[in-house]
Each structure stands twice: as structure tokens, then as C-alpha cells.
């Protein structure tokens, strides 16, 4: 069997987020992923789309879209991804992944380029929002925030207890303004942060007792 495609996305949901109801929703969340971004200026980001976003993006970095089971942009890649182990600052995945079994070696990727103190963001559909009637049909699935958060613990992430709400609840306009939890909102962001923890535990030193004082001569 040929092996899943990196974006874990069939092509039919990568056209609806080029359709108006998808633009949307995408341009909605442009705020927050350039926020994302910018959060660790001294090292470069990475940041996968489901499909080319026309925006201006402060630092370095890669952007990427998803391609036929693979991802293109200024480089054309699959997974394993083409980068040093922790040289990224901040990853951005944006309705990229499926819940489920794929998209697991995506997260291993993206925790192996992620320096220690580095963030992952995900953006993913709200499974109770209205919005999800303008999806339907077009090979997307959306999920609870939590199945992220265990899916960033399995890749050795720390996540965040808290997620942001965005994008519109039913008509599709533009809305910037996240809010804090998911509510009806059509997506959601969760975000994670790789810390350096120490391979062995380190044994703290037994304390020497001081005298209590110098006898006299």
C-alpha cells in the first residue's frame, strides 16, 4: 500500500478552502497565524497551508502548501522534512492534518525541528460550529481541541490548556476578533511549546554539615 500523504487532506478539501466560504475562513485567521509567527524572532519559522496565501510574514522562514500528498512553496518536499534537527523557532500547522492516524509523522517532524522554547500552533475545524454545513461533503473532519493537545503530548510537546476561537459562525464574512474557547466559531487554534528537559535525572549533592564552632587552644 502506498504510504499516507504528508498533509493527511484528500484534494477536495484543499478546493474548499480556495472557495469564498474557505477564503474566509483563512483570511479570518490571518491575524493570529502572523501573531504565531513572530512569537520567537530570533530563529526561523515554518508555516503549512492548505493551500498559497498572498501575505507579508515579518523574520525568516518557510512557507509551505499542501500538494498532491506532498508540499510546495519555495521548497518542494515530503516528509522527512529537509531541515536541521531544532533550527525552526515556531511550526504552524493550518488545516493540514486529519484526527486520527494520519498526520502523526507530521507531528514528529515538527517537534524534531522545533528548538527547545520553540512553539507549535494548530489550526483545526470546530466540530460544533454552524460553519461545519459550508465544509460538508468536501472530505474535511473537525475535532475537539483535546485530540490535539494528546496528539502534541505524544510528539513530546507541552500543551496549552486553552484554545482561541476563530473565523465566523455561519455567514461566511471575515471575522478577525478570536475569543477564547471555541464556542460556535468555525476553527480554533491550540498552541504547545517544546521544552528541554534532561536526559538522566540529575542527583542532588548531600549537604556537609558545618561545625558548630573551633574549640579554643
Known amino acids: 500500500m502506498p504510504p499516507p500523504p504528508a498533509t493527511g487532506q484528500p484534494d477536495s478539501a484543499r478546493a474548499w478552502f480556495g472557495s469564498d466560504a474557505g477564503l474566509a475562513l483563512l483570511q479570518s485567521e490571518q491575524p493570529t497565524v ?16 492548505p493551500v498559497e496565501q498572498v501575505a507579508r510574514v515579518e523574520g525568516r522562514g518557510l512557507r ?3 500538494d498532491h500528498g506532498g508540499w510546495s512553496g519555495a521548497a518542494r518536499c515530503s516528509l522527512p522534512l529537509p531541515l536541521a534537527t531544532e533550527s525552526v523557532g515556531v511550526v504552524v500547522l493550518q488545516h493540514v492534518i486529519r484526527p486520527g492516524r494520519d498526520g502523526r509523522g507530521l507531528f514528529a517532524e515538527c517537534a524534531r525541528v522545533l528548538a527547545p522554547g520553540g512553539r507549535l500552533w494548530v489550526f483545526a475545524l ?8 459550508r465544509w460538508r461533503g468536501n472530505g474535511l473532519r473537525a475535532s475537539e481541541p483535546l485530540t490535539w493537545r ?13 484554545s482561541e476561537g476563530l473565523g ?29 528537559w534532561p536526559l538522566t535525572p ?3 549533592r548531600a549537604r556537609l554539615p558545618m561545625p558548630e564552632g573551633i574549640p579554643a587552644a
Open 34 to 49: 502572523l501573531r504565531a509567527l513572530s512569537e520567537r524572532p530570533a530563529l526561523p519559522w515554518l508555516w503549512f497551508g
Open 64 to 66: 509551505l502548501a499542501a
Open 126 to 133: 470546530n466540530p460544533l460550529a454552524p460553519y461545519r454545513w
Open 150 to 162: 494528546r496528539r502534541m503530548r505524544e510528539a513530546g510537546l507541552v500543551p496549552e490548556p486553552v
Open 168 to 196: 465566523p459562525g455561519w455567514k461566511v464574512h471575515v471575522s478577525h476578533e478570536p475569543q477564547d474557547g471555541p464556542g460556535l466559531r468555525a476553527a480554533y487554534a491550540v498552541r504547545a511549546e517544546k521544552r528541554a
Open 202 to 204: 540529575i542527583r542532588q
